[in-house]
C-alpha cells in the first residue's frame, strides 16, 4: 500500500521489482506477497503468503500556509507608531511542515512600501523550522502612509539559487496569495514615514534678515517667519 510496484524482473531464485511511492504521501508503504499468487514450474501455488516489508516514504510537498508582515523597530521589538530609518518589516512565512534553507542570501520577498517594491532578505527560521522571517530595513525616503504594507501575489523568490524543501528533500512550494488571499499576507496597518523635516524662513519686515537672524539695526516691526513642514519637537 501506499505506491505501485513494478513488474519483477530477473531470473532464478530471486526476482527484485520497483517501488515508486504515490504523489504527496508520507507514512510507511507495506509491502508483501499475498497466498496464490504465483506457481512454481509444476504449478504449484504459493498458499502461504510472504512476511511484509515497512517502507518510510515521504513525497509530501511542503506549502506555504499563511504569511504575516509586522513592523518592528531598530531593535526589532514590535512597534506601533510610525516606522522610521532604521526601523524593520519583518515577513514571516509559514510552512505546512518543517523545511530546510539552502543558499539563503538569495531569498528574500517583495512588499509594496508607498507604491514602490522592496525586497525583505531571508533573516532566519523558527526552531521547529516551520516559519521563515525575511526583514525590510526602513530607509531613507521611503513613504506609506497610507497604512498597511502589501505584496503582489507569489512575491518570494528564491533567486538564482536558493532552495527551500523538506528534509526527504521535497522541494516546496513557493505559490503565494497576494495580500488577502488564501495564503497570503494577512492585513495590516503599518506606516512608513522617514522624510527629513524642513523648515524655511520668510521676512515679512524691511530690515536685513540672515537665515533666522535679525540685524542689530531691526526694529520691532521685523517679522522672521519659520514654515515647517511637519510640526516640531523639542
Do not use: W
Not at 85 to 98: L, M
Amino acid at each position: 500500500a501506499g505506491g505501485r510496484l513494478s513488474a519483477l524482473s530477473g531470473s532464478g531464485l530471486t526476482r527484485t521489482a520497483t517501488f515508486t511511492p504515490h504523489r504527496n504521501a508520507e507514512g510507511e508503504a507495506h509491502i508483501s506477497v499475498a497466498a496464490d499468487t504465483f506457481t512454481d514450474a509444476a504449478g504449484n501455488a504459493n498458499t502461504v503468503g510472504s512476511n511484509t516489508v515497512s517502507l518510510a516514504m515521504d513525497t509530501q510537498t511542503p506549502t506555504i500556509t499563511g504569511v504575516t508582515i509586522t513592523g518592528k523597530d531598530s531593535l526589532g521589538d514590535a512597534k506601533a507608531g510610525a516606522l522610521t530609518v532604521g526601523d524593520h518589516i519583518d515577513v514571516e512565512v509559514s510552512f505546512s511542515e518543517a523545511v530546510v534553507v539552502s543558499n539563503s542570501g538569495q531569498i528574500s520577498y517583495a512588499i509594496n512600501v508607498g507604491g514602490c517594491t522592496k525586497f525583505a532578505q531571508y533573516s532566519g527560521m523558527s526552531q521547529d523550522g516551520t516559519k521563515m522571517t525575511l526583514r525590510y530595513t526602513v530607509a531613507g525616503g521611503a513613504v506609506d502612509t497610507a497604512g498597511g504594507i502589501t505584496a503582489a501575489a507569489n512575491a518570494l523568490g528564491l533567486g538564482a539559487s536558493g532552495a527551500i524543501a523538506d528534509a526527504a528533500g521535497n522541494a516546496a512550494d513557493v505559490r503565494v496569495s497576494a495580500s488577502g488571499g488564501s495564503n497570503g499576507p494577512a492585513t495590516n496597518s503599518i506606516v512608513v514615514d522617514t522624510p527629513v523635516p524642513e523648515v524655511s524662513v520668510q521676512r515679512l519686515g524691511t530690515h536685513v534678515v540672515v537665515a533666522n537672524h535679525v540685524s542689530a539695526a531691526a526694529m520691532p516691526n521685523d517679522t522672521v517667519v519659520l514654515e515647517f513642514d511637519k510640526p516640531p519637537f523639542a
